[in-house]
């Protein structure tokens, strides 16, 4: 599963999580045992990192998938011995596209790494004088990399690794504009908005071959496909995730496509030198991922799907026990996050609790679950794609527990008046991990509401927020042209002219800050 992409939220939404919420706030270290690392069932444990029961899907941030035991199996026998890395890479790839009916293949260091190979072959071929100056372009024939707009994504990051220009289109005139001389590439996210409107995988791939440039598809969330789908649409190169449906190493991807391009990425990754040193793929993730390839030809997807609605129906029945719990299954659509959903539905006012503050709880107390955020007042959703055997019941008993005898998770909202008026400007200093900034709030009040903008390093965006006693608290989003989202809210509590407290930032963690209103705007 791709990782949740953040859209910006609607201002009457901006309290309710960002997306990965409680998830991925500022988390405390976690405390080593005496003993050390041990082995077993408790090895996270004795570190002091308690595991969860994944839920939710194959999120990178709860680790992805877990790998099939044969592909556990073969890592382990992998790392018994010494191989040289090419001769490697060539017949691995060299199974890996029999079994799927590919012209070639590579094992990359994740999906990403397949993005950046890929458009680092494009841009410089196999051609060791350009590849040592990635990512300083200058010189270079081509550098621009196409993306129609609706494939701008936070994993287009892996393109814009390389230096390449990324050049957008909307519209199947605006494409046919953007091809030129320096044109390396068209990149695609797949997915629904790929497969819908003027600009499908199909037509950009028409107006790419008449032009001979390469196009990329980004299908690292979804199943595979014999023959491949993409590559049939008239696709040149096709990237999977290892680490989600096809349960190989998390660390790991596969680039399938035209060989001269698929050797040129591999002149381009590691153990050769250069930009990708970083993006290492070792014997063991290498021929994991051989395995998961080999098990997926082999394994039972139809009895996998079985099993996955039996889990959801057992948690079904149990939750809809409860008077006024609704629920319903959920089927996949496309290719990508191919699973079913159950979704679990109630009256907050009447149960007691809401969504967000059951998903909370169970990822707070142990036995720890994972649940797909966006939890809101009325309900909740159940993935059961990674739940191993008997987690089901654990899942069901925990939700059934929750939401029959809620517990006191969520604070009352504060109703005190407001201590002042906090309009005016603001100076901010944020103190992250490692570094400083100075922000700017600009703030209008209404009664005990929040409005304006926040000034960031690079942009503003709105904000909004609200103001009880001396407590308050501003949130902000803002989703950048190329996909990426950065999201922002300020907890703090106002001593005269200076607002001070946390600051939460989603997937980036927390932060604190201070603020001084600039005395020429109070009011």
């Given at each position: 599963?791709?990782?949740?992409?953040?859209?910006?939220?609607?201002?009457?939404?901006v309290?309710?999580?960002?997306?990965?919420?409680?998830?991925t706030?500022?988390?405390?270290?976690?405390?080593?045992?005496?003993?050390?690392?041990?082995?077993?069932?408790?090895?996270?444990?004795?570190?002091?990192?308690?595991?969860?029961?994944?839920?939710r899907?194959?999120?990178?941030?709860?680790?992805g998938?877990?790998?099939?035991?044969?592909?556990?199996?073969?890592?382990?026998?992998?790392a018994?011995?010494?191989?040289?890395?090419?001769?490697?890479?060539?017949?691995?790839?060299?199974?890996?596209?029999?079994?799927?009916?590919?012209?070639?293949?590579?094992?990359?260091?994740?999906?990403?790494?397949?993005?950046?190979?890929?458009?680092?072959?494009?841009i410089?071929?196999g051609?060791?004088?350009?590849?040592?100056?990635?990512?300083?372009?200058?010189?270079?024939?081509?550098?621009?990399?196409?993306?129609?707009?609706?494939?701008?994504?936070?994993?287009?990051?892996?393109?814009?690794?390389?230096?390449?220009?990324?050049?957008?289109?909307?519209?199947?005139?605006?494409?046919?504009?953007?091809f030129?001389?320096?044109?390396?590439?068209?990149?695609?996210?797949?997915?629904?908005?790929?497969?819908?409107?003027?600009?499908?995988?199909?037509?950009?791939?028409?107006?790419?071959?008449?032009?001979?440039?390469?196009?990329?598809?980004?299908?690292?969330?979804?199943?595979?496909?014999?023959?491949?789908?993409?590559?049939?649409?008239?696709?040149?190169?096709?990237?999977?995730?290892?680490?989600?449906?096809?349960?190989g190493?998390?660390?790991?991807?596969?680039?399938?496509?035209?060989?001269?391009?698929?050797?040129?990425?591999?002149?381009?990754?590691?153990?050769?030198?250069?930009?990708?040193?970083?993006?290492?793929?070792?014997?063991?993730?290498?021929?994991?991922?051989?395995?998961?390839?080999e098990?997926?030809?082999?394994?039972?997807?139809?009895?996998?799907?079985?099993?996955?609605?039996?889990?959801?129906?057992?948690?079904?029945?149990?939750?809809?026990?409860?008077?006024?719990?609704?629920?319903?299954?959920?089927?996949?659509?496309?290719?990508?996050?191919?699973?079913?959903?159950?979704?679990?539905?109630?009256?907050?006012?009447?149960?007691?609790?809401?969504?967000?503050a059951?998903?909370?709880?169970?990822?707070?107390?142990?036995?720890?679950?994972?649940?797909?955020?966006?939890?809101?007042?009325?309900?909740?959703?159940?993935?059961?794609?990674?739940?191993?055997?008997?987690?089901?019941?654990?899942?069901?008993?925990?939700?059934?527990?929750?939401?029959?005898?809620?517990?006191?998770?969520?604070?009352?909202?504060?109703?005190?008046?407001?201590?002042?008026?906090?309009?005016?400007?603001?100076?901010?200093?944020?103190?992250?991990?490692?570094?400083?900034?100075?922000?700017?709030?600009?703030?209008?009040?209404?009664?005990?509401?929040?409005?304006?903008?926040?000034?960031?390093?690079f942009?503003s965006?709105d904000?909004?927020?609200?103001?009880?006693?001396?407590?308050?608290?501003?949130?902000?989003?803002?989703?950048?042209?190329?996909?990426?989202?950065?999201?922002?809210?300020?907890?703090?509590?106002?001593t005269?002219?200076?607002?001070?407290?946390?600051?939460?930032?989603?997937?980036?963690?927390?932060?604190?800050?201070?603020?001084k209103?600039h005395?020429?705007?109070?009011?």
């Amino acid at each position: 599963m791709k990782d949740f992409i953040t859209q910006r939220l609607p201002r009457r939404d901006v309290f309710r999580g960002t997306a990965l919420g409680f998830l991925t706030s500022w988390l405390p270290a976690a405390t080593p045992a005496a003993k050390g690392l041990q082995l077993g069932t408790t090895m996270y444990e004795s570190i002091g990192v308690k595991p969860l029961i994944n839920a939710r899907g194959t999120f990178t941030i709860i680790s992805g998938s877990t790998m099939l035991p044969e592909v556990r199996s073969a890592m382990t026998e992998a790392a018994q011995h010494h191989v040289h890395i090419d001769e490697l890479q060539a017949g691995v790839g060299a199974r890996i596209a029999e079994l799927l009916q590919a012209e070639s293949a590579i094992v990359t260091n994740g999906c990403s790494a397949a993005i950046t190979h890929a458009t680092a072959a494009c841009i410089a071929g196999g051609n060791p004088d350009l590849h040592v100056r990635i990512p300083n372009l200058a010189g270079f024939p081509k550098d621009e990399v196409i993306i129609p707009r609706h494939s701008r994504n936070v994993y287009d990051a892996a393109v814009r690794a390389v230096g390449a220009r990324v050049v957008e289109a909307s519209t199947v005139e605006e494409m046919e504009l953007a091809f030129g001389p320096r044109t390396a590439m068209v990149y695609i996210l797949a997915g629904p908005n790929a497969e819908s409107g003027a600009l499908t995988t199909q037509v950009i791939c028409d107006l790419a071959k008449k032009r001979n440039v390469p196009v990329f598809v980004d299908a690292a969330a979804e199943i595979l496909t014999v023959p491949n789908v993409h590559l049939t649409k008239g696709a040149t190169l096709v990237a999977y995730s290892g680490g989600k449906c096809i349960r190989g190493p998390q660390t790991a991807g596969i680039l399938l496509g035209r060989k001269d391009l698929i050797q040129a990425a591999w002149v381009h990754s590691a153990p050769h030198h250069g930009y990708a040193r970083s993006l290492k793929i070792g014997k063991e993730e290498t021929m994991g991922m051989l395995m998961a390839v080999e098990m997926w030809m082999k394994r039972d997807h139809d009895a996998e799907w079985k099993m996955w609605i039996s889990r959801l129906d057992y948690v079904a029945k149990r939750v809809g026990a409860i008077p006024g719990v609704t629920t319903s299954v959920k089927m996949p659509e496309g290719l990508s996050n191919k699973h079913p959903t159950l979704n679990i539905r109630w009256d907050a006012a009447k149960l007691g609790v809401t969504g967000r503050a059951v998903a909370r709880h169970l990822f707070t107390t142990e036995p720890r679950i994972a649940l797909p955020t966006g939890a809101g007042d009325s309900g909740l959703a159940v993935v059961p794609y990674m739940m191993l055997n008997g987690e089901e019941k654990i899942v069901a008993d925990r939700l059934y527990a929750t939401m029959t005898a809620p517990p006191k998770v969520e604070a009352a909202p504060s109703t005190a008046a407001p201590a002042t008026d906090l309009s005016g400007r603001w100076n901010v200093r944020i103190d992250f991990l490692a570094s400083s900034s100075e922000h700017v709030l600009h703030l209008k009040q209404q009664a005990d509401t929040l409005e304006g903008t926040h000034q960031g390093d690079f942009l503003s965006r709105d904000l909004a927020g609200s103001i009880h006693g001396n407590e308050v608290r501003i949130a902000s989003s803002v989703s950048e042209r190329h996909g990426d989202s950065l999201q922002y809210e300020f907890t703090g509590t106002l001593t005269g002219e200076e607002l001070s407290g946390t600051l939460s930032m989603g997937e980036y963690l927390g932060a604190r800050f201070t603020a001084k209103r600039h005395p020429r705007t109070r009011g």
